[in-house]
Structures are given as C-alpha cells and as structure tokens.
C-alpha cells in the first residue's frame, strides 16, 4: 500500500509540475520556441518584408523575407536576408514552403567572411490564448538552429515589424519599401540584391 501511496504522489507531482510549466516546456518538439502561446498556421505571404529581433539590449537585427510568385498550386519560394546590427548583410537563404502553413524554415549561409556559417532559420506564428482569433496580428517569432547543432543550440527571438518609412530610414530611400511599384513603375530591387 506504501508503495502504491508514494506512486500515486510521484504521478501526482509530476503531473502538477507539467501543468504549470505547460507555458515553459516546448509541447511538440526541440525546435519550437516557448513561452509565445499556443501555434498558429498563417500564409507566407503574411512574412514577406522586413523584420526585426531584439538581440540585445536596444541593439536588433533585421531579417527580410521575399516571397515568390507561387510556383506550384500551393507552394511557395522565398528567399530570406539577415543583417546585423550594423545594417550589413550576414547571411542569405532559401527556403519552400506550403501557402498556409504551420512554419517557415530556409537554410542559410553566411557571407564574406562569414560564408563557412550555415544555419536553419524558422518562423512560427502564436496567439496568446485559445479565445483568440488567428490572424495577421499573431505574433511571429524567429528560430535560429546552427546546423548539426544540438537543439539546446537554438535561439528564438520576437519578430516585429518594420514599417516601410522604418526601413527607409535605416537602410535609405533606394530600398524597395520606400517606394510603390504602381506608382513608380519600376522594379526596384531589395537593397540586399543591390549589395
């Protein structure tokens, strides 16, 4: 009887500590980032254009995606371009993905003198609570993994938006955000292609 007692309170134990760490421990796998709330599908489309993550204490880091036309009936292309702090290009990469999907994930390489570096990039969509709606206001957070790294290796970071008189800011008026391609009628490249 003493064993079964001291059973029952190991499982019950266990079985509390889950329940509270349920917003701690990462539910479906090593590469997911927690505690952002519950998963969300969105639509690559809803990634497309420039983002930044706070990497240290008022210092970010930019990332910016360019989505493809599609190039099956419900996949699509992407290409992925990350900055340091300092506004300089460090890696680039590709990546496929379905329409709506679950995440994003592209293989990246550094440049210059970084081209040795590869690494997976992910991008996940969360809502905070189950009573909430998913939709574009989900917040999306990035996961970087170094390849053949162990999953404890990996760093997620909150993706926030740059807003297009943002990034004219930062990266200049030649960037493809600042201006509208109805208007203007040219095709102006990303500033990444323009490096």
């Not at 497309?48 to 993550?53: F, Q, V």
């Not at 970010?60 to 290009?89: A, C, D, M, W």
Request: proline residues 4%; positive net charge; hydrophobic residues 35%.
């Amino acid at each position: 009887m003493r064993a079964f007692i001291l059973f029952l309170f190991l499982l019950c134990g266990d079985l509390l500590l889950a329940h509270s760490l349920d917003k701690i421990i990462s539910p479906t796998g090593d590469i997911d980032p927690w505690p952002w709330g519950i998963e969300c599908p969105f639509k690559v489309e809803e990634t497309k254009g420039l983002w930044k993550y706070k990497v240290a204490e008022g210092q970010y880091s930019y990332i910016e995606f360019l989505v493809h036309p599609y190039s099956n009936q419900n996949l699509r292309t992407f290409e992925v371009f990350q900055y340091g702090p300092q506004l300089k290009l460090v890696a680039k990469g590709q990546g496929v993905a379905e329409s709506d999907t679950m995440f994003l994930r592209a293989g990246m390489r550094g440049v210059g003198a970084l081209r040795q570096t590869q690494y997976l990039v992910y991008v996940r969509s969360f809502k905070d609570n189950e009573e909430d709606q998913c939709d574009q206001s989900s917040m999306k957070v990035l996961t970087i993994k170094p390849l053949g790294g162990k999953s404890c290796s990996a760093k997620s970071f909150e993706l926030i938006k740059v807003n297009n008189d943002e990034a004219c800011r930062l990266f200049g008026r030649g960037h493809y955000l600042c201006h509208d391609h109805r208007e203007t009628g040219k095709n102006l490249l990303p500033v990444s292609k323009r490096m």
